[in-house]
């Protein structure tokens, strides 16, 4: 991806989510090519992604126009790095938006984030300093002793981010109908309360190794509360109920939630998907998809192999093992939806996809010949100059968000 400072990232074992059903393809006024699915027959984990990824990649295109940034592509046209070097709407959420003016020790900003940022991309980037506190004067400041304080660039992006999350909410009430986009907001309040009991964080976390989902790794030290169900984003509501979702998921199959549904969902035994082909059928990065291979081959789940009758390029298929886990995760995925509606009431849970129902297949974009409209992609055109014009449209939305150290990005670019 032609934007993305490469950095190291993590990846874990796999697991999957149910198959999607076969649909037309079609090329909405909008933009990317994609792929029209009936809402009902996606997990409640998918529906949930694809209004999180939605709303983000169309905050990060606004982000992208209003503050002052540089990137490869702009390096690549010899054009002088200038602000910060440019990273996605989580990298606000969990490190900008907890510091304040007079800077904040790292362990308290880990604390209320309730999630680790990328400390070293924020320093490197140019978002934010460490250093000691005034007068300690200890040799060896403990990294989380130290204080984190806005650069002067990092501090007028944080101005920039902070009125987005408004606007765009705004924008989609237009586009949606203002009655749709109330209920999505109380059906997610309604479960997020339910969830409250959760030290989930307001973002999707950074993907761990293997690309697993992870909550926070030890109690609160400074006693930080959680920002109140009431007070939250649309974004973060949807953050709070799909991270607790793909925790769960992750540690009752010690696998990636991420990875199933992106990768092993494309995947079968019989027919080899060309690797060069995955980030248009996945809606995720190319760098993505070598980790999630990756942790695959290592897991013996895929097999890697030349594609038949082609002079270059390789595919993947699934081995047998990797077709059991796949069917294995689905079965949990549905065991888990079926185990939410008991503990969180069955009218809490219908609810909830009703109303990401009515987003992910709104009236008033361009429908297809059934009705289908893509109303979900209207916002995600990028400008002329946005990194993302470069790019390949995808089929389709990231079933899952893949949050990498890259720049928190939620398809992984």
Known sequence: MATREKTKSDAKAPKATRATAP??????????????IDPARLPLFTLLSFVLVAFTIEFDNEAERRIAHFTTKSRGAGKAAGGVWLTSMAMYINCM????EDGIRLSELYDRARTPTNLAGMLRWGYVTLAPADGDMRKRVPELDQIVRATQKGANATRTWAPLFGEIELRWEERFGKREVDELRAALRDVAAKLSDRDLPDCMPILHHALVTRGPEKPRSHGSPATAVSELSLVSLVARVLSAFAIEFDERSRGSLAIGANILRVLDEEHGVALRDMPTVTGV????IAMAVGVLKTHKLVVEEPISGAKTGKQ?????AGTEIKHRARRL????EHEWRAHMGDAAIHR????LEAIARAEGAEPDENGNALLLYAGLRPHEEN????LKPAKTLPHFPMVLHRGGYPDGA
Not at 97 to 100: A, F
């Open 387 to 390: 990194w993302r014009a470069a």
């Open 316 to 320: 993947v298929r699934l081995t047998p």
């Open 352 to 355: 909830l996809r009703a109303a």
């Open 333 to 336: 995925v549905e065991t888990m």
């Open 285 to 288: 990065s190319k760098e993505s």
């Open 23 to 36: 649909a037309r393809a079609k090329k909405s006024s909008a933009g990317p090519q994609v792929k029209l």
């Open 97 to 100: 938006k907890h510091v304040p």
